[in-house]
């Protein structure tokens, strides 16, 4: 199925409730006209995160009712601005974290909303780093502020952020161990990584055999009873930033039940004498507090990553590129566990 998308036509990708990617289905409009503050992009670029694979099984923390417009975040270009508006925006290609609604050909954002891409910066490479390696980076350097000569462990090594904090983390001079099944241990030994076969290794017991006194930082996107061991593998003074429960992704009932179990272990864990500390990383904390200080820290952060890949610290990894009419394919793809990188969705 093609679908040719023009200034005068909206594409966007609707999640009606829950249901199999083939539930997933194409809406026909018209592109809408900013408001005041307000651009239009149109996008060049957006992906499937893991966010995405928990909202159709209605498992996101914080997601909104169905049926509604998924999509993470965006890389396009300003095609249009409301009032009150820069100027130099429009024609700029630009990336955009927006939750949900980047699953379109053309998407509404707050201008000041909008991060501009580096000249030169394709964009589905930038696509790769927008929500994908804020998350790392903040995790990396906000929460566990790691250090060189430091070791850390990565869960899920091999994914999306995993990919990221793994390139960021060695730039950083930071000894990496990342978890991954057996078919990814040869890419991630090219990027300097100690790689563990969460597969079939004792992973606890490998970690301490490579590195006995503990690691400085893990980070753990897993959740459920495993977010035990990576605790327990933290050294004095160490930092658990978990992220995640992917290990809870296919079951039934509360998504919010294993965040509301895992922020309990946190605040349990941060009360304990020993030095450690445990964060649960969420990529929107402080923006009700604070609007202008929480699009000050994404935007600088952002500017950061795309300097990195820039440099070379950083690849982008691309999975896959599928057009947004086979969204059920890409989502399917995504979810196979068999892909590294990201799953990029294109007009």
């Known amino acids: 199925m093609e679908v040719v998308v023009n200034a005068e036509e909206l594409v966007e990708v609707v999640l009606p409730g829950k249901v199999e990617p083939e539930g997933l289905h194409l809406r026909h409009g018209v592109v809408p006209a900013p ?39 965006l890389v396009g270009t300003v095609l249009a601005s409301g009032a009150g508006v820069e ?20 998407v509404l954002v707050d201008a000041a909303d909008v991060v501009p891409v580096p000249a030169g910066v ?43 904090l793994v390139q960021l983390a060695r730039a950083a001079g930071a000894r ?25 290794d004792d992973v606890p017991a490998r970690v301490r055999a490579l590195a006995p006194g503990g690691v400085d930082a893990v980070f753990d996107h897993v959740g459920g009873p495993g977010i035990v061991d990576s605790w327990r593998l933290l050294a004095p003074g160490g930092t658990l930033v978990s992220y995640g429960s992917a290990s809870t992704r296919d079951d039934e009932g509360s998504g919010r039940l294993p965040v509301l179990k895992l ?57 896959a590129r599928l057009p947004l009419a086979q969204v059920a394919d890409a989502l399917r793809l995504a979810e196979s566990g068999t892909v590294a990188g990201k799953v990029v969705l294109t007009p």
Do not use: C
């Open 87 to 106: 100027p130099g925006l429009a024609g700029l290609r630009v990336a955009a974290l927006v939750k949900v609604g980047g699953w379109a050909s053309h």
């Open 35 to 73: 408001g005041p503050g307000q651009v239009v992009v149109r996008m060049e670029a957006t992906g499937i995160s893991f966010a995405e694979q928990q909202m159709r099984r209605g498992r996101y923390y914080d997601q909104p009712p169905f049926p509604f417009v998924p999509g993470y975040d």
């Open 176 to 200: 990496v161990i990342g978890t991954a099944s057996a078919r990814h241990h040869a890419a991630l030994r090219d990027k300097g990584v100690e790689p563990v076969d969460y597969r079939t």
């Open 263 to 319: 922020l309990g272990r946190v605040w349990l864990w941060n009360a304990l004498p020993n030095g450690r500390h445990a964060f649960f990383f969420n990529v929107w904390a402080g923006r009700a507090l604070s609007r202008d200080r929480f699009r000050a820290r994404l935007r600088a952060d952002l500017a950061q990553v795309f300097a990195a890949l820039e440099r070379g610290e950083v690849t982008a990894q691309i999975a």
């Open 122 to 164: 394709g964009a589905a490479e930038a696509e790769t780093l927008v929500v994908n390696g804020i998350t790392a980076w903040q995790m990396l350097h906000r929460r566990a502020r790691v250090r060189a000569g430091q070791t850390v462990l990565v869960h899920g090594a091999n994914g999306g952020v995993g990919s990221v």
